[in-house]
DNA sequence: GTGAAACTAACATACGTTAGTTAGTGATTA
DNA sequence: TAATCACTAACTAACGTATGTTAGTTTCAC
């Protein structure tokens, strides 16, 4: 591991509990073990952490998204298939995910604008999974706007308590969600 | 409507697009047309701000849910129920909030450790909940501690898309959620 | 002796906040 | 009626500190 990828790891564990503002260059430093200034010798600015990691995570999103949508699958399976990708992209950095949810609005007024267009994407291929559903009826009739941006926030919640060293595999996971997306909480007997 | 209200307000309507640490005392003095030492006059310090609208929903929410399981009702009911106020609370005062979701780390210290209790009580009174359907055969074997977070955030989710100038009313957005909630996108014939 | 990685010193700016003052308004009193 | 007082809400000026970042220099292993 390079010492760059050694700060960006680090800025993001300290990131992911002071908010991008609450992470100080000094700070960092003295995660470290080094001076502030000495920072620069290996990134350019600390806007870049940030959109290093927003840029990352929405692109792995993106791809994902796209590819379940280009195979050919019922939209019960797609849905399976996805929220498996995305527990997954999730989970492979705890810490980037966390920062990627919560500090993309620190993004520079560029930046932040592209990011919301491919996170307007993802929510829209989502979407066209539940409108599919819809049209073979497997799903229920719902407003998919409102069922697209519910379901992203309930797998997005992972990323507010996963822990590696718990008894869940992200695959797991990813099962339980998929349940509780798509069967509920009640038994069938209504 | 006295100041002090209205700079309350307007702060909280840039915090929510500038979070936190983005929100200036001078950007605010500015939003409000005055120098920013003048906003001294009205509260003593920003900081206050954040602590009285997360202390104040955090008690709205407690008291919601310690209503709900005092009453002898089903789970299903109680959840039904208790969907409606959570949304209400949320509905009623959107920049508030979304504060309240996002920026709640930055409290000081102190605050945020009461933040944070008085959020897992919420928590645990919702697995309660989950627990109780559970028994009574109304709710499939889930994991409490996750079925708990997972709802929360769906529920949670409301504040980042709802318009009051919108179609739905807050209790047909609590009805989808239910819905959502209760029986999943899919139609029931698995 | 070359390159990576640290250092010191400093700059310009931005921040929350305090202190002391002023202007206007409405009620009370001489 | 005119003068006094309290109150609200704004002002100017400034303080002390923190911030991201730079320029130039040193250290040290290979």
Redesign the interface.
Known sequence: MTRKEEIRLIALKLMK??????LTMRLLAKELGIEAASIYNHISSKDDILEQVCVDLATKFQSAVLEVNDIYFNA?EK?NILIKHHVNILCEDLNASSVFM?EW??LKEEKRLEFIGKRNLYEQEIRKI?QL?IEE????E??T???A??????L??VV??YKPSGELSPEQVAQ??A??????????K?
Chains 1, 2 share one sequence.
């Open positions: 509990f002071h908010g991008f503002s609450g019960p849905l919560h609005r620190y539940i559903g009826g497997h799903f229920n719902v407003d706007k409102f069922a941006i519910t379901l992203l926030s309930a997005n919640s507010e308590w339980n969600l349940q509780f997306v798509l069967t509920g909480l009640s038994k069938q209504l």
